[in-house]
């Protein structure tokens, strides 16, 4: 089966390794894992920590050219998706297609059109922020009553004209509304579950899932063991989030975004704290187990096709 993960952060490792002196990241770190796990495409996304403070702008630049000498490197095996043409390149050619990301836009600050620089490197999906709340919107840290502001709106409609994806994940509460209010296109939420199974502030009640669904766009399940099960994250967890979706909004409007840290842990966690994986989905490889549940739960070939790659490419189809 193929499988189209549409949301990684294997670009903040491979910042990070470069940043230490190596090269090679992705050949030597992460492809054969993504081929394992059957991922023939893949939104690699960057995050600009909040601590970077007025850095943002500066800490986004470093980041795009370390990730940009590394996908040079990588030309063999992958190809980037700059319009929904790439995808049929990339599968010709036998190569990962990957799509570029932001998840979050703080790097923007005041300059909104910092937007047409990150559209002509390649960025294709954004968020407007993580769980901060910045000049654009609020995450789900931030204050309950603040949401988008007019920048976020003005960015928004940028967004839609550029032909960038936009992810309502990390969004609070008020500012999905929000963007429900002012988005023309689809959009989704990439990594994110069902808030009546699992309760965390990152997962999405019904109302939001039917929200994504009218829009036309779709929710990616998410990997994360707090978002997955409070106490017992298991791929049968995660596959109950899968049928709750499916049963709330319909098999058209869900996919993966599986968000697998794996990589980060092994270089940023001290030896007590917890580990961010459900137990046996740790990483890309597990995949295909996810996939055999979800056959033993009754879903088609068909369906699966559906939540694996096509709902996901339909929605890259329809706004870039």
Known sequence: MKIFDGHSDILLNVVDRSIAGEQEVLRTHHIDKLKKGGVFASVFALWVEPEAGDRFQLRALEMLKYSAKELHDAKDLVHIVKKYDDFEVAERENKLAVLLGMEGLASLGEEIDFLYLLYQYGIRYAGLTWNEENALATGIDGDDQRGITEKGIEVIKKMEDLGILLDVSHLNEKSFWDVVKVAQKPFIASHSNAYELCGHPRNLQDEQLKAIAQSGGVVGLNSWNKGVDPENPSIEKLADHVEYIVNIVGIEHIAFGFDFCEFLEDETLQEDEPKKET??????????????????????????????YENLMRVFKETI
């Open 279 to 308: 137990k046996g989905f740790e990483d890309t490889t597990c995949v295909p187990k996810l996939i055999k549940v979800l056959k033993e739960r009754g879903y088609t070939e068909a369906m699966l096709r559906k939540i694996a």
